[in-house]
Antibody, heavy 126, light 108 residues
Framework: QLQLQESGPGLVKPSETLSLTCTVSGGSISSSRSYWGWIRQPPGKGLEWIGSVFYSGTTYYNPSLRSRVTISVDTSKNQFSLNVSSVIAADTAVYFC??????????????????WGNGTTVTVSS | DIQLTQSPSSLSASVGDRVTITCRASQNIRNYLNWYQQKPGKAPKLLIFAASSLQGGVPSRFSGSGSGTDFTLTISSLQPEDFATYYCQQSYSTLLYTFGQGTKLDIK
């Protein structure tokens, strides 16, 4: 059974870089059916998609975060990572990693996030 | 960007009630709409994809409908474990996935 687990520091100082890793177990990160993504949730608020990466390294980013975000993949370790630079208090959130996969219905492809990590809390504070 | 607006933002209901949550998209997204359930301190759980397809293992009391800009999630008979926050999410724009603001369902 596929499982994802986030790891990384829980506290980051303003202006520094937030770095998180998601370890994939029970399956290969090199699946052609999967993109691997990051989603965050500020305290008491809703969900925000940050971006996704394919095992080849192809990435998609939320335009509102693109200038500060890098998502990368390490197939040898079955991991993918998130870096957010120049963090501010508004980057305080629970960060989730998730698998995006798809189902073909009537020759159309429908994408969804079906496996999620438990989430890790990151606080930006001096 | 495609905006998703859910209504209501919060809802109180009783066990056994039939509940409907609405999600409206700012443009036509055909049926590229997913629904998730999130309980406090937990990750979201996929319930419905492609507007009306039930994810494996999800109880049949959950159903989704809609196409274009208007979508609904219905719970036919609320169970105690259904009290949670529900989010819609569009997958029409693969360059920018967006979520609705959430609907919190609690016990009356």
């Amino acid at each position: 059974q596929l499982q994802l687990q986030e790891s990384g520091p829980g506290l980051v100082k303003p202006s520094e870089t937030l770095s998180l890793t998601c370890t994939v177990s029970g399956g290969s990160i090199s699946s052609s059916r999967s993109y691997w993504g990051w989603i965050r949730q500020p305290p008491g608020k809703g969900l925000e998609w940050i971006g996704s990466v394919f095992y080849s390294g192809t990435t998609y980013y939320n335009p509102s975060l693109r200038s500060r975000v890098t998502i990368s993949v390490d197939t040898s370790k079955n991991q993918f990572s998130l870096n957010v630079s120049s963090v501010i208090a508004a980057d305080t959130a629970v960060y989730f990693c998730a698998r995006r996969t798809y189902r073909s219905l009537s020759d159309y492809y429908y994408y969804y996030m079906d496996v999620w990590g438990n989430g890790t809390t990151v606080t930006v504070s001096s | 960007d495609i905006q998703l607006t859910q209504s209501p933002s919060s809802l109180s209901a009783s066990v056994g009630d039939r509940v409907t949550i609405t999600c409206r998209a700012s443009q036509n997204i055909r049926n590229y709409l997913n629904w998730y359930q999130q309980k406090p301190g937990k990750a979201p759980k996929l319930l419905i994809f492609a507007a009306s397809s039930l994810q494996g293992g999800v109880p049949s009391r959950f159903s989704g409908s809609g196409s274009g800009t208007d979508f609904t999630l219905t719970i036919s008979s609320l169970q105690p474990e259904d009290f949670a926050t529900y989010y819609c999410q569009q997958s029409y724009s693969t360059l920018l996935y967006t979520f609705g603001q959430g609907t919190k369902l609690d016990i009356k």
